[in-house]
């Protein structure tokens, strides 16, 4: 787990939008790192901004539309099959004890900051990423 910044500890609840899944997460989590990436893209519909937590701090509240996408060989995707909602990424190798969480669907105040950007070689055309965070071309 990255630990550039400073993260947020504590008591965190999320959700998507129709309220089919609820989550909790019961420890640190890490700041955003907003990612450019072609599978992001195409997932979230612009880029994605995700926090990190140990995935064995994830509880659900309610999970029954949870649906996770294989988006790759190495990775999944956690939605809501009712709303769409884009919600959790995770690495399926055994080693990984980490969860990717969209973090527009934390409940306010996140206490987080965006921290950096990565993929930046992979974004899209239409915008401009000028906010003075570090920048990396691949992770
Ligand atoms: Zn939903
Ligand atoms: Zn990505």
Same mark, same amino acid.
């Given at each position: 787990? %990255? $630990?550039?910044?400073?993260?947020? #500890?504590?008591?965190?609840?999320?959700? =998507?939008? =129709?309220?089919?899944?609820?989550?909790?997460?019961?420890?640190? *989590?890490?700041?955003?790192?907003? =990612? /450019?990436?072609?599978? =992001?893209?195409?997932?979230?519909?612009?880029?994605?901004?995700? @926090?990190? @937590?140990? $995935?064995?701090?994830? /509880?659900?509240?309610?999970? +029954?539309?949870?649906?996770?996408? !294989?988006?790759? !060989? !190495?990775?999944?995707?956690?939605?809501?099959? &009712?709303?769409?909602?884009? *919600?959790?990424?995770?690495?399926?190798?055994?080693? @990984? /004890? &980490?969860?990717?969480?969209?973090?527009?669907?934390?409940? +306010?105040? %996140?206490? *987080?900051? #965006?921290?950096? /950007?990565?993929? +930046? !070689?992979?974004?899209?055309?239409?915008?401009?990423?000028?906010?003075?965070?570090?920048?990396?071309?691949?992770?």
């Amino acid at each position: 787990m %990255t $630990t550039t910044g400073h993260g947020a #500890v504590g008591h965190h609840q999320g959700g =998507c939008l =129709c309220g089919g899944v609820r989550y909790e997460v019961r420890g640190p *989590l890490r700041d955003v790192i907003a =990612c /450019h990436c072609s599978q =992001c893209r195409r997932t979230s519909g612009h880029f994605v901004a995700a @926090a990190a @937590a140990s $995935t064995a701090d994830l /509880h659900f509240i309610c999970d +029954v539309s949870l649906t996770w996408y !294989a988006s790759s !060989a !190495a990775a999944e995707r956690g939605f809501c099959s &009712t709303c769409g909602s884009n *919600l959790f990424w995770r690495p399926t190798t055994p080693e @990984a /004890h &980490t969860t990717s969480i969209m973090a527009g669907t934390l409940d +306010v105040p %996140t206490g *987080l900051r #965006v921290i950096r /950007h990565i993929f +930046v !070689a992979d974004k899209s055309d239409y915008y401009d990423i000028d906010d003075g965070l570090p920048q990396e071309a691949g992770w």
